[in-house]
Every structure is written in C-alpha cells, then in structure tokens.
C-alpha cells in the first residue's frame, strides 16, 4: 500500500514530467539526444569489433581506448573555455556534421582496403577531439533549453531515453553488422549525425543567451584595442583559467569532482576486462557478454527513472551512499562468478543481475552529479566547468587503463574485482563518518566577482 505521501510524489513527478514533455524545444533536444546516441551505439560496436579484425592485437585495442578518452582530459578544458564565449547551438551542430564527414572519409577508406591500425588511432584521436567540443557545449545549451524547476526531471528522461537508445543501438548493431557490414554500420551513425544537426539547429531556443555578467566579461576581453598581442593573449588564458577557479572555489563542486575521479577509476576493470571475466571467472564465451550488455542498458533506464523518485526522499549524499552501496554489491556479484561455473543458467542470472545493478547505482550517482551540478552552476561559466570536470572524471582513464594492463598480467581477474569491492567499501565509509559537503548552499559554486574581474583584468 502506497502511503498518501508516495501517492502524492508519484503524481508530481508525474506531471513534472508530463509539463517538460509539452515544451516544444526540449522535445527537439531529446529526439536529437536519443537519435545521436542510438547512431553512436551501432558506431561503438562496429568500429570495437574492426580494430581487433584488423590488427588482432590486444595492444592496439588498448591504445585506441586510450586515445578515445585522451582529448576529453588534454582538450576539453581549453574547448569549454572557447566554447563559453561561442554560440553553443552552433557549436553543436558544426560538431555533428563535422563527425559526420570524418566517419564517412573513414568508411570510404575502409572500403578501398586503406584502413590499418595507425590509420584508426589517428581517426579515433580526431573524433574524440571534436567530441571534446561538443560536450561542454551540450551541457550549458541544455541549460538554455531546460527551466531550472524541471532541470531534475527533464535531466533523468533524457538519461533514460539515451540508455534505451543505447540499448536499441547494441542490439540492432550485431544484426546490422552481420546483415550489411560494417561500412553501413558506420554510414548509419553518419544519418544519425546529420539528423540530430538539424534538430538542434531548428531549435529557437539558446540564441545568444548570455547574462549580463557575461557580456561585461566578454567586453573586457574584446575592448583590447590599441593594446598589445601579448594583452589580448593573456586575457584568453585567464578566461580558460577562471574555468579551474570556478570548479575549485566550491567545496561542493570539488567534492563532486572527487568522487567522479575515484568511481571511474573502480569502474575501469568492468569496461576494460569484459571478456577476461567471461572466459577466466566464469569459463564462458561472448553470450555472457551479450547478457551483460543488455541488462546493463536496462539498469541505466531503470536508474535514471529512479532518481527523481530518490531525490525527493534522500539528500544528495544519502543517494551518493545508495549508490556507491549497490556499485560494490555488483562487483561482488562479477567476483563471486566462479561459484556458479558449470551451471550456465546461474552463470547468466548472477551476469545479469551484477550489471543490472551496477548500472542502476551508476546512474544514481551520475544522476545526481549531473543534477546538481546543472542546477546550481552559474550559466557564464558553465561550459568551462563541465568541461574541466569532464576532463577530471576521465582523466583517470588512459592512466587507470595503463595500470590494468600492468597488473593483470600478475593478478587474477577475480583477485581484481575484490580489490574493487574494497575500494566502494573505503569510498562509503569516507562518506558515512567525513559526511563531505554534497549540499548546495547559496552562491556555494560561484566565485566571488571581485576576483573574476581582477583575473580578466
């Protein structure tokens, strides 16, 4: 039985959600969001599958993982730092037809046979470096498009309707690839592209949206007539540098950033070793890793459904513990595998059930990060500080991935997985007995005027 209370909350959100749908312009954004990522889905299968066909080196996957995330830790930073003083929409959509026409130079390459593994590095390099453009400019449009009151709601549909995207885009990409190739595969992430350039660009919303603070800040920079070079360099340098101010001016931001670095470090073994942990633990082939996938995908959806629901009963920090709490039950699932091996239903349940939740408690996390975060975040600097905690999140990628590479050689898939445990279980008790400031407090992720202008000055 449902209490009155219950009752009453599952009817707001309801009507959260039902009032965000009616806004013509977020409609366009999410059709653009869910439509790219579902492109992307099928892009990520063929181009993963294609780099073992081709060099058949487990070296070379890991150095085209590595350069995946390379640029949105070196390059991000300085983009969000360009892009702040850029129409984003325009960004947006010059980002998407750009990727566009790099994906399909690369197919057409593929099928004259010119495709190697340098070939793909230096591909993979300049795709995520224009990636590195498109995020800090997608998060602070989402900002000109989203009314603070429905930044909760039209933050957790968007996140539920790209992880279903997602999750359609995995499952068509083994028929697609099978059926018609890789090259149409990647052809398709291409429509994709284009598609969602021309949602966003017949957007009204995010003309030229700036603050009053932002202009008198851009006039500072511009009005450098009859200044020198070296001036006018200066005051982009401090530009990109305020993005680093603002993030660490704020406890709360800080705190947030932290705990980004520290989850994705533990998280790297489930991206990297998949198929260890399908062969070693659980003595099984790549159906496991189909499973996995799946339910992953559904954990997503099902995560981000749940965290307007949470945030209504739970503090930002109970919903850090929740889900740093079900991130170590599921890696305990993964290392307690090998109970199971022999008996393939029980294998695919505890696969299932693992990813399942593991999911579910990142998407809690990443929901609440991303909410807060959007919520709170001064809109002049925006794009800077997505971009500079973009870049801390995954700064712990390439290196955490180097690491890997370094232990597992030595250590067991399993002895690594526990490992994992251990650190959620260090990581929620640090929450529990520090309580770090996770609260957002009045002008808590500013930074003082004062100090703006006498760095852009």
């Known amino acids: 039985m449902k209490t009155s209370k219950e009752a009453s909350d599952m009817e707001q959100n309801r009507k959260m959600y039902g009032e965000i749908i009616k806004e013509r312009e977020y409609r366009k954004l999410i059709f653009a969001t869910v439509i790219n990522r579902f492109g992307d889905s099928v892009d990520a299968i063929a181009f993963t599958w294609l780099v073992y066909q081709i060099t058949h080196s487990a070296a070379w996957s890991a150095i085209v993982f590595a350069l995946n995330t390379l640029p949105n830790v070196v390059v991000q930073p ?66 000109q498009v989203v009314k603070k009151e429905h930044m909760t709601c039209g933050m957790s549909l968007n996140s539920m309707l790209s992880s279903a995207a997602s999750l359609a885009g995995t499952g068509a990409a083994g028929v697609i690839i099978a059926t018609a190739g890789v090259s149409t595969a990647m052809m398709i992430d291409v429509v994709t592209f284009a598609v969602a350039a021309a949602l966003i660009g ?178 002049k600097y925006i794009a800077r500080a997505a971009a500079v905690m973009g870049a801390c999140g995954e700064a712990c990628m390439p290196v955490g991935s180097l690491l890997l590479s370094a232990v597992v050689t030595k250590v067991s898939t399993e002895a690594i997985l526990v490992f994992c445990v251990i650190f959620a279980i260090a990581i929620l008790a640090i929450l529990v007995f520090a309580k770090p400031q996770m609260e957002i407090e009045e002008g808590s992720l500013g930074i003082k005027n004062e100090k703006v202008s006498a760095s852009l000055g």
């Open 202 to 379: 017949a957007m009204k919303a995010g003309r030229a949206k700036v603050t009053e603070a932002a202009q008198n800040e851009a006039s500072k920079i511009t009005s450098a007539t009859g200044e020198t070079e070296n001036k006018i360099e200066q005051s982009k340098i401090e530009f990109f540098l305020d993005g680093f101010r603002y993030v660490a001016s704020s406890r709360v931001i800080c705190n947030y950033g932290l705990l980004a670095v520290a989850l994705n470090f533990m998280l790297i073994p489930i991206n990297a070793l998949q198929a260890p942990i399908a062969s070693e633990i659980f003595k099984m082939g790549g159906e496991i890793l189909s499973i996995a996938g799946a339910f992953a995908a559904i954990g997503g959806i099902a995560g981000s459904a749940l965290v307007p629901v949470l945030s209504q009963k739970l503090s930002p920090l109970k919903m850090i513990m929740l889900g740093t709490s079900l991130l170590g039950a599921g890696m305990l699932g993964m290392a307690c595998g090998g109970v199971f091996v022999g008996n393939n239903i029980a294998c695919y349940v505890d696969v299932a059930a693992s990813f399942f939740i593991m999911m579910v408690a990142a998407s809690t996390i990443g929901g609440t990060i991303n909410i807060q975060f959007m919520k709170n975040a001064d809109p």
């Open 78 to 143: 300085f983009a969000g730092a360009i892009v702040e003083k850029m129409d984003k929409k325009h960004v947006i959509v010059a980002t998407h037809l750009f990727r566009a026409v790099i994906i399909t130079l690369f197919a057409l390459l593929y099928r004259a046979g010119l495709v190697n593994a340098l070939v793909m590095a230096i591909f993979t390099l300049v795709i995520t470096t224009v990636e590195s453009f498109n995020l800090p400019a997608t998060s602070a449009f989402t900002m």
